[in-house]
């Protein structure tokens, strides 16, 4: 699936404020970002200072369930990686009156030990996976590895924005339907390119 782009008359009110969010919290500098990825880039956006507040982070979960229930797909419950995925997941599952889940970078080591936090996954459950910016598309990949081994199935990924063009091939050679919300293209900015200087094309 294409990113939503303005004027386009599909995009809904909610995606298109979205997009003007966080454009307005994309940020530059001259001496280049090191990303999660570990690649490097003059532009920034750190997605949950973009939706600090609530109005704003209720514009995203409306557009992000919008994105979903729109292309058909029903889900039971949405999560993804802790941090980035925390604040979208528990406001989506508001939204779409479903459960949410967190998964955790690596296992408590006591009590239950779990890895998924929040609502039990298990087969049958169909769930959606999100995270807020990513670039590679580890982190939320890391995400559908630990949901797929509970049993549970990924029908759909859904990111504020995609900084690059490797994570959409990641997810079509898992058979995922993936919704960025925003591309790289629509917040006009350079794509983040692996292995090569910042801002190198």
């Not at 307005?24 to 999660?36: D, N, R, S």
């Not at 797929?148 to 339907?177: C, M, Y």
Request: glycine share 8%; aromatic share 6%.
């Amino acid at each position: 699936m294409r990113p939503f782009l303005e004027g386009d008359p599909v995009v809904s009110t909610d995606q298109a404020r979205l997009l003007e969010i966080l454009k307005a919290g994309v940020i530059y500098k001259e001496e280049p970002f090191t990303l999660a990825s570990g690649a490097l880039a003059h532009h920034f956006l750190d997605g949950k200072e973009a939706l600090a507040h609530a109005d704003d982070l209720a514009v995203a979960a409306r557009a992000m369930v919008q994105a979903v229930r729109g292309a058909g797909i029903e889900f039971d419950s949405v999560g993804g990686l802790t941090l980035g995925a925390d604040a979208l997941a528990v406001s989506m599952a508001m939204v779409a009156h479903c459960h949410w889940f967190f998964v955790r970078k690596e296992p408590k080591n006591r009590g239950t030990n779990r890895v998924v936090e929040g609502h039990p996954l298990r087969s049958g459950v169909r769930t959606v996976i999100v995270d807020d910016v990513i670039t590679s598309g580890d982190s939320i990949l890391k995400a559908y590895d630990a949901v797929i081994a509970t049993g549970a199935s990924v029908v759909a990924a859904v990111t504020l924005a995609d900084r690059s063009d490797v994570a959409r091939a990641k997810f079509e050679a898992r058979g995922v339907p993936y919704f960025p919300m925003t591309t790289y293209q629509s917040l006009g900015i350079p794509p983040v390119e692996f292995g090569q200087p910042a801002g190198a094309r």
